[in-house]
């Protein structure tokens, strides 16, 4: 990384942040209008809602699901992914009067603009709090050094990745991932094949005509609060259907409001009026049968599938949750469950860089310092160290601690945020970054001189670079003025801000994840005729056939046996374009039940026919 040529740029910084302290100090808060340009609602606010939930938060330590559940009830504002949510979750402010105080001392950097969804940051602001998967929440030195996570795909990589590099051996996994196309549902086990209390739940929109995930601005972050496992017969029978109810952040709250600005605050309007709906963390979302939820069954939440699940492992190896939040019921019917086909390895080409960068670096970094009289423990901070500088006399200006992380980091970063200890931030500093080559940008950060001095503990500073620089990163530096050294500073943070997808769930910006029915599904009509694979199969009593149209017409679905006689017609009618199915109960046309054996489904439509076997298992 190439040397800072930094005197004469900290003169000027100075100098800017000396004119600003000629400012007369105010300490009111700055006054809100609704609505308003720029970073406003915040808690003193008129848009402000208070939603209620815990702030601060006390996390319950070892329990994920424990710690959501003091989140519940916290809501967004009549801006667009604010309020609460927006303070608490993705700037993990402690309180709201730190975010008052933050909002005053470091208006350009504190707030984006424009919001985006939070319902990804929500998990990762939970597993930090209660110290899951380990300490330090989803931070960790072989492929992702910070717990702050952002997007869908990047949690879902990050479990995706924790597998695959316990495969090598590497080290101990913090987590794995399980596909929905690999749930089984017939040798069920929480965590192991199919998901678990406190375990992460991606959804994503799923084309069924081409098989193929639609990426993750069409995609929602959830986790699982409890579980109910319906068994046949008894505590140890085949698993017949299982329900989940969900934590989240970002979802669509049931009181519906909108900005008044002629009122100046959020204004009720008619609950069936769906021009703005406030968002919230909740735990009311209940999806029924999630087997028919996945790619293996034919069920939808809204345009939605489970896409799969997170599991947090302990440092044995052993799944992490609590089997209270399990409830068994006993049923006395069997209906057969989707057959599992293995595991889903489209969209693995990012894993397969982060496998690489942690194959190069084997988890480590390299801290260096230009003053003997700073010290760093030798990596980032949050990794069990802290960076001090130290009041005193320095005789290189600035002083600064650089980070190389041995290879360019596969994600693209697009800021940093820096955790201050006992509220004491410099009120001018600067952050370098560069990639691989080394050519460094820099961003220097002001502090407002008259805002209220900060509350003794630990102040998360968001750093952006311009979007324009948004890169790979391997190099990182922070710097502060010599002559500012007249107090201790203390880092006890460092994350980097990775840029990992679409932002998420903002339904055309203006909508937020509702809840839908099961049952609702798009209507996505095929190119040609199309057959899709019978569940299950083998079968025994019953099987599910489904087939999808590319047009309105007629369509025959019959059922015949090896010889080609025809046994008995499912479908003969007209049908709309899209998806069906129909349920083959192993009956002749004359209600007989046929023998164990092969048969075949032939569908026809038009000049096309499709044909598929199927096996009856008595």
Sequence with gaps: ???ASATGTWVRCLGAWLLLFSVPASADYPVCTCPAPGPVDLPNCTCYVDGGGDWPLVPVV??????ALRTVGAKSSCFRHRGQPYWQVQQQISSPALARLLQQLYPSVTVESPAEAWCTETIAYWANASNLPYPGGYATLWHHTSSYVKYTTELREWFQTEEALAGFQLFTARGRWIDGSELDQADFEPGINGPCPGAYQQLEGWNDSTLTWLGSGNAHSQLVDSMIVYRFENTAG????IDL???EGNSGSETIEECDPDLGKPRRIAADDTTFSQSRISNDHRYTDIGSLTTLGSNWIGAKKIRGWGIHLKSNGAVDYDPDRIRTVIVPLFFPTPIPVGADT???FRVSKLLNFAHTTHGQVTVTTNSSLVSTGGTIPGAGATWVFPAGSYPVNPVFVNVDLRAEHPYPVRGVVIQWKNGKVPPVFEVWWANGSGQPHVRTVFATPSAPALPAEVVPVPVAFPATLTMPIRYARLGIPATLLTQTYEVVGWHFDYAVGDPEDHNDVFRDEQTIPTDARPVLAPAVLVLRSAMPNPFNPSVTIRFALPRRGRARLVV???????????????RDAGEHRSVWDGLDVHGKKLASGVYFARLTFDDEMRTQKLVLLR
């Design 1 to 3: 990384m190439k040397a």
């Design 62 to 67: 070892g329990d994920i699901v424990a710690t």
């Design 238 to 241: 085949n698993v017949v259907r």
């Design 245 to 247: 109810t969900m934590v």
């Design 346 to 348: 489209s969209g693995f």
């Design 560 to 574: 015949h046996d090896v010889r080609g006689r025809v046994v008995t017609t499912l479908v003969d009618a007209l």
